[in-house]
């Protein structure tokens, strides 16, 4: 008795983990085949806009350096007029827009053209907040490729119109990104879909009028 139960526990464990990495596979295939073709890796292709959204990371890191630079490229070449940058700033010392501000004008861009979200803590928030805070219709997503697939299905649900182009990656960095990425693309569709997650923080209401900030052609 002892152990037909203990081969009967072992087999549904198989199962459990079998649907696990069913679902998983799925998850990712479903994120990736409904925004790939939305992301652009050259600059010559990517269409113009009047917002790129630049995501925060890890200040000081290659990941956020890249997509600083990403979006000053987007803006030198007319792609985009304004730049809108969200990072997390839940404590006095840590503060992702702040920096991605100074780094971009250090790269030239007119302090008029950005933006500072400081409740961006993670890509929900970002999302969410552009489309109901500062009042974006459309943008260009700024981050790395790995990471710009879920983004656009957030922005799917949110009713945000999106396009992503992709920051630089050294190669050496790709892999230890993938099992992350994939967990998180995997509770991507739950937090979306079952249990309608929010941003923490929707208000207030501050749009953004180009009218009276951009200065760029």
């Given amino acids: 008795m002892k152990k037909q139960f203990k081969r ?12 696990v990495f069913v679902y998983m596979f799925l998850a990712n295939a479903y994120t990736i085949f409904r925004t790939h073709y939305r992301v652009y890796t050259e600059l010559e292709e990517v269409p113009q806009a009047e917002f790129a959204l630049l995501f925060g990371c890890k ?6 350096e890249a997509r600083i630079d990403a979006a000053a490229e ?7 007029k304004h730049i809108l940058v969200s990072g997390d700033n839940h404590i006095v010392t840590y503060d992702e827009a702040s920096v991605m501000k100074a780094g971009l004008i250090l790269r030239g861009i007119p302090e008029k053209d950005i933006s500072c979200d400081y409740a961006g803590f993670r890509t929900l928030d970002t999302i969410a907040r552009a489309k109901l805070v500062f009042d974006l219709e459309s943008c260009i997503i ?4 790995y990471h710009s697939y879920r983004a656009l299905l957030i922005a799917d649900s949110y009713e945000l119109d999106a396009i992503a182009y992709s920051a630089k990656l050294p190669p050496w960095q790709r892999k230890r ?3 992350r990425e994939s967990l998180a693309r995997s509770w991507n569709p739950i937090e979306l879909y079952i249990l309608n997650r929010q941003a923490k923080f929707t208000g207030p209401y501050e749009p953004i009028l180009l009218s009276t900030n951009s200065s760029h052609p």
């Fill in 74 to 80: 987007l803006y030198k070449a007319g792609k985009v």
């Fill in 142 to 145: 700024v981050s790395q490729k």
């Fill in 59 to 64: 200040p000081g890191s290659t990941y956020l």
């Fill in 177 to 179: 990104n993938a099992i």
């Fill in 8 to 19: 009967l526990f072992k087999k549904r464990i198989i199962q459990c983990l079998a649907c």
